[in-house]
């Protein structure tokens, strides 16, 4: 019995090395964290884990210039991505247009995301931006990778038939990855959350260059809010929000206007407001929460899927109004449950 006990003291000896071995780029082993989130962090699990398998924000993937939704089938041809492009204007169930097959065979990925990767870096166009690409997160390795986006919307030629690879094995590491311009230089970052809940900025290097596309990460926050996710609602800087599953609250924290570690969001309550009432974003009514400007006013609205898959669009108002969210409107019938992730 004894020499069982230090033979398994052994094994998790090396199980612990190993694990130190398997980082997330330009990550170091002493922040090494477990490769799968702990049961514990998630209330409910199944609703944490549902909004965790996306970037939470939408871009324009059609070439118009407005932000359209990605979202997989997981059931349909081992995981079909459709885009489902938005009008621009926020018209009930109209809002969204009919939906596009642009890739099969995705189920292999843990993560997608939508993000300016490839582009040019200037702040204020004078033409539309080019249509984002899109990030995805292998799921047997955790490895990161990037499908550049062909320009314009034409079926499974959409995206490049062969992604580059931005980000080695380990990423699987990470509880939370999220994409936003937080160094405000006009490539998004790549933020994400480890399981010690330290949050991490990888910034862009400014050149799509497969493993040099982003530098090397700085912390910015300590702690692990659920449904996490950054908006543009402090003028051109990301701020973050955070919606609890255990009370229904939405809290946002304003960018500091510049990228400066732990100094990069602030933390005083008076630019870290509650924006929405509690119960509004609660796990027993919600099972997902993202980002899309659906109503053309340049400002991210919140996005709600229901408990009975329907999709629910809470319109910002602003920072200062009487209630920073309008009323929601419901922009998508019931049959959204279909999904397991939307971005």
Same mark, same amino acid.
């Given at each position: ?41 998630? @209330? ?6 549902? =909004? ?30 459709? =885009?489902?492009? @938005?009008?621009? /204007?926020?018209?009930?169930? @109209? ?35 080019? $249509? ?30 062969? $992604? !580059? =690879? ?31 809940? /330290? ?15 982003? /530098? ?37 924290? /304003? ?17 870290? $407001? ?14 997902? !929460? ?38 929601? =409107? ?14």
């Amino acid at each position: 019995m004894i020499a069982r006990s230090r033979w398994s003291r052994t094994l998790a000896l090396i199980a612990a090395v190993l694990a130190a071995a398997v980082v997330p780029a330009t990550a170091t082993a002493d922040t090494a964290v477990p490769s799968e989130p702990r049961a514990s962090d998630f @209330s409910p699990a199944a609703a944490g884990d549902r =909004v965790q398998r996306s970037g939470t924000l939408s871009h324009d993937l059609t070439g118009d210039g407005i932000p359209d939704l990605l979202a997989r089938q997981p059931d349909l041809n081992n995981g079909s991505m459709w =885009v489902y492009p @938005s009008r621009g /204007k926020l018209q009930g169930l @109209s809002t969204l247009g009919a939906r596009t097959l642009v890739a099969t065979g995705w189920n292999i990925y843990n993560w997608v995301g939508t993000a300016e990767i490839t582009g040019d870096n200037e702040e204020y166009e004078t033409v539309p931006e080019p $249509p984002a690409d899109v990030l995805v997160r292998r799921a047997s390795d955790g490895a990161l990778l990037v499908y550049p986006h062909s320009g314009k919307l034409n079926g499974t030629s959409t995206l490049a038939a062969t $992604p !580059i =690879v931005v980000g080695r094995s380990g990423w699987n590491a990470m509880y939370s990855i999220r994409l936003a311009d937080v160094t405000t230089d006009g490539f998004d970052d790549i933020v994400a959350i480890d399981n010690q809940d /330290k949050m991490w900025v990888y910034p862009h290097s400014g050149t799509f260059d497969g493993l040099n596309t982003f /530098k090397a990460r700085v912390q910015v926050r300590t702690g692990r809010p659920l449904w996490d996710m950054n908006t543009n609602w402090s003028r051109e800087n990301p701020d973050m929000i955070a919606a609890s599953i255990a009370t229904g609250r939405l809290t946002a924290c /304003k960018h500091t206007n510049t990228f400066d570690g732990l100094n990069t969001f602030a933390t005083d309550a008076a630019n870290c $407001p509650d924006l929405a009432p509690a119960g509004t974003f609660g796990g027993d009514t919600t099972t997902w !929460i993202s980002l899309i400007d659906a109503n053309g006013d340049g400002r991210d609205d919140v996005l709600k899927r229901t408990t009975s898959g329907a999709l629910m669009l809470y319109p910002f108002r602003g920072w200062t109004a009487n209630a920073a969210l309008g009323t929601p =409107v419901q922009i998508g019938s019931s049959g959204w449950n279909a999904m397991d992730l939307i971005t």
